[in-house]
Structure formats: structure tokens, C-alpha cells
């Protein structure tokens, strides 16, 4: 696998370093179960936001937990390496938490990125107090549009 996929406590050495170098790690997470056109767009934009951008990827039983026994479609070795893969992702590291919050407590951000589909009053509690402590910043990023696993998914079965 690619020397991107990290843990996050070596991603936590990184962000420290680019911190002591007057530099921001850009952090996001998610399922990243079936890339598309949506997930793309959006980590350009992300990695536009600071000098490193970083993906915390939700393990598979995260991922049971929050979308059912049918989820993920992809392992989260696979998604892992098909998402270092991009150009614009520094880094990857898995986590096996629902929530963020022990993640991002342990890699402390410069700047969190989430979605359109969130507000910053709509972020998980334990995950702003985390962000708020770090004092990172938090950027919301317009939601595309058209662009959805689930939708995939569910046209793939003729829903």
C-alpha cells in the first residue's frame, strides 16, 4: 500500500511538523465507499485550503454501523489506496470509531473540512469540541449537487 496510508498518530507527527513550519494540515473524513465525481471535486477543494490535506477514512464495521450490513462495498484497505491515489490527498490514515472525534483529537488539524451537507452547528459535539480545542479552523465546503453513494448504489439496482 502506499506510503500515504498512515496511522493516525503518525499523522499527528506530520501535522505537528507543519505546524512547527508556520504550515496547516487540511483534514476531512468519510466513507469514500464508492468514489465519484462529488468525492473529487470536493477534496480538491480541501487540499486548496492549506499545504497538506489528509483523509480520515471510516473503518468497515464505522461503516456498518452508520449505513447497514450492506456497507461498505469496498474494503477500507481498498478505499484507502484508491484514495492516496489522488493527487490531491497527502495522506490517509483508517479509523475505526462512528465518530471522528478521537481521530482528529489525535492528528489536531489546522483546518477541518466538511461538506454542504453540514453546518458548523450540525458538526458531530465531541467532534467541534475537539476542533474548537485544537483551535482549528472550520471550513464547509458547497455540497455537489447530483453526487451520492447511496443514489449510485441505488440506481446500480434499478431503484
Not at 61 to 75: D, Q
Not at 120 to 136: C, H, Q, S, W, Y
Request: aromatic share 6%; charged share 30%; proline share 4%.
Amino acid at each position: 500500500m502506499s506510503g500515504k496510508v498512515v496511522d493516525a498518530d503518525e499523522l499527528g507527527q506530520i501535522s505537528r511538523q507543519l505546524r512547527a513550519e508556520g504550515r496547516k494540515l487540511v483534514v476531512t473524513n468519510g466513507c469514500f465507499d464508492l468514489l465519484h465525481v462529488g468525492h473529487v471535486r470536493y477534496l480538491q477543494a480541501a487540499r486548496k485550503l492549506g499545504d497538506a490535506l489528509a483523509v480520515g477514512l471510516n473503518g468497515d464495521l464505522s461503516i456498518r454501523a452508520l449505513k447497514g450490513s450492506s456497507r461498505p462495498l469496498n474494503g477500507e484497505r481498498d478505499r484507502a489506496e484508491v484514495l492516496a491515489a489522488l493527487g490531491c490527498v497527502d495522506f490517509v490514515a483508517i479509523f475505526p470509531e462512528v465518530r471522528a472525534a478521537d481521530f482528529l483529537e489525535r492528528v489536531q488539524p489546522a483546518v477541518y473540512v466538511k461538506g454542504g451537507d453540514y453546518e458548523p452547528g450540525t458538526l458531530d459535539p465531541e467532534e467541534r469540541a475537539v476542533i474548537e480545542k485544537a483551535e482549528a479552523e472550520i471550513r464547509i465546503i458547497p455540497f455537489e449537487k447530483g453526487y451520492s453513494t447511496s443514489a449510485l448504489i441505488e440506481r446500480m439496482n434499478g431503484e
